[in-house]
């Protein structure tokens, strides 16, 4: 017997058949082992995963489930840095299997799980060159993304590590400018390989965080902008995407077997308590794009029925409400700029405290030897 619920497709799943890959931002043990995770595969339609050091230092300070793996650790004479990256791969190996499937399925478009390097490279060329291939190898997964800010010190690393062959999410992006000197830098390196007789199929994508923006401005700026400033910004940011997946310079690449770097919208859970918990959902939804999305939000988009038009290809109204923007005294640019920095050194501070979790849990599991 057929109920209505039977014909009532999950906001998820349309989402899915728009064209966008909904992906996790959240990783932990417990999601691994309860088997969460593949639900969310199974019936709602996730076909990725990021994490970054904020996940990793919540996931460890809120669990025991790592604690047997740290103990191993110990005897094995890993400690800090190193023991993280042990845990961390146990993890994310494990979930790029779970998406594997995805991965095939899709020739290499969808079904990835990323990792940050240590984001004390953050204004470190050289050393996140080496850490970004280093990583790659100990993963041994085809469909793992390393993590790499798209600062001015990363981006000659992004180049770098594309010309090597390591796949990279390009990661603390917010504006049109910093977005396109990203996928530059990953055509460089596309570039680079069909030069050197290489395959250039190395997947790639671009996250622009989109909640911090609003969250930057409020209490700033007239009412009629609250909640106005990321979904503008992303708006001009898509239509840069669409030119420069046209662009004869990009077509040339495609040409030789290369593929678009993805657009990937991320930071995109409600901030503010008075608007809609799918804010940025509903106005983000775009073919052949990402959204990496936290939990609650996942949750909460798959009770929801409709999703509504999807962007505009022209970037709709952005230009005019980033001109409101200007008129309220924001400067983008600077803003931006600021963002990034804040952005990168806020990911240092969950790092520091991730590593002080583990130093503590590593005393105590020590001690109850």
Excluded at 259 to 278: E, F, H, I, Y
Excluded at 335 to 358: H, M, P, R, T, Y
């Amino acid at each position: 017997m057929s109920t209505e619920h039977d014909n009532f497709m999950k906001a998820t799943q349309t989402l899915h058949n728009l064209g966008q890959s909904l992906w996790l931002d959240n990783i932990t043990r417990d999601l691994l082992n309860s088997g969460t995770l593949k639900r969310y595969i199974d019936e709602l339609s996730v076909t990725g995963l990021t994490s970054n050091p904020t996940i990793f230092d919540h996931a460890l300070k809120n669990s025991t489930a790592y604690d047997e793996a740290i103990r191993g650790a110990l005897v094995r004479g890993k400690t800090g840095e190193s023991l993280f990256f042990d845990l961390a791969l146990d993890d994310l190996t494990r979930a790029a299997d779970l998406f594997r499937p995805v991965y095939n399925r899709t020739n290499g478009v969808d079904g990835w799980v990323s990792l940050e390097v240590s984001p004390l490279l953050a204004h470190d060329t050289a050393s996140t060159i080496a850490a970004a291939k280093e990583l790659s190898a100990r993963a041994g997964r085809p469909n793992l993304f390393i993590k790499i800010p798209g600062t001015k010190e990363g981006l000659p690393a992004i180049e770098e590590a594309i010309f090597a062959g390591v796949p990279v999410n390009v990661t603390l992006l917010f504006s049109r400018e910093q977005y396109v000197a990203a996928s530059e830098a990953y055509l460089r390196g596309i570039e680079r390989r069909i030069a050197a007789g290489l395959n250039p199929q190395v997947g790639s994508v671009a996250s622009i965080f989109i909640s911090r923006w609003d969250v930057a401005v409020a209490g700033k700026v007239p009412e009629a902008l609250n909640n106005r400033l990321g979904i503008a910004i992303a708006g001009r940011i898509y239509q840069a995407y669409l030119d420069l997946l046209s662009s004869p310079r990009s077509q040339r690449a495609y040409n030789a077997g290369a593929r678009p770097q993805r657009l990937l919208w991320a930071s995109t859970g409600t901030k503010d308590p008075k608007a809609s918990d799918v804010l940025y959902i509903k106005a983000l939804a775009a073919p052949f794009t990402v959204n990496t999305m936290p939990e609650g939000t996942l949750k909460a988009l798959a009770d929801h029925g409709e999703i509504g038009p999807i962007m505009a290809a022209d970037g709709g109204d952005c230009e005019k409400v980033l001109a409101e923007f200007a008129k309220a005294g924001i400067n983008v640019d600077s803003l931006a700029a600021q963002l990034q920095d804040e952005g990168a050194k806020s990911f240092v501070k969950s790092w520091n405290e991730l590593l002080a979790v583990i130093a503590s849990k590593s005393d105590a599991l020590k001690k109850a030897v």
